[in-house]
């Protein structure tokens, strides 16, 4: 199994440029003291994490309900290393903080990132099954 998760890392890597990748993998390592298979796990966890806050912040009708989810998404963003989840989420706190709504772009372009990190994650969890 390490040298098939090896190997899909291998692949992301060469695929998209260090800086590009949507989940920063040498991050992710760190955290899992280079436990690849703990790596996969935390990825899994992160997929359904992501798009569990990203469902609930497009249902949200309260001040509380976006808060609570936009805060959530960015923490579990921070811990895998998902920069631009976690960046686009403080940005969208911030201006709910300052009392301006969330616009469709602002949800959009969280949506995109959400969207490119779990196939990210899909690509890396089909490169360990092969």
């Known amino acids: 199994m390490a040298s098939s998760v090896g190997a899909a890392k291998a ?3 060469v695929s998209t440029p260090r800086g590009m990748r949507p989940i920063d993998l040498v991050h992710l390592a760190k955290q899992c003291l280079g436990d690849e298979g703990l790596e996969l796990e935390i990825l899994r966890l992160f997929d359904t994490t ?17 808060a609570l989810n936009l805060h ?9 290393g998902a920069w631009a989840i976690a960046d686009l989420a403080r940005g969208c706190e911030a201006e709910l903080q300052a009392g301006r709504p969330l616009t469709r772009e602002r949800i959009g372009d969280l949506c995109v990132a959400v969207e490119e990190v779990r196939s990210f994650i899909a690509s890396m969890l ?5």
């Open 11 to 13: 692949a992301a890597q």
């Open 50 to 66: 992501a798009k569990t806050y990203f469902s609930r912040l497009q249902q949200a009708e309260s001040f509380d309900d976006l």
């Open 72 to 80: 959530s998404l960015k923490g579990a963003a921070n811990g895998v």
């Open 126 to 130: 089909d490169g360990e099954a092969a």
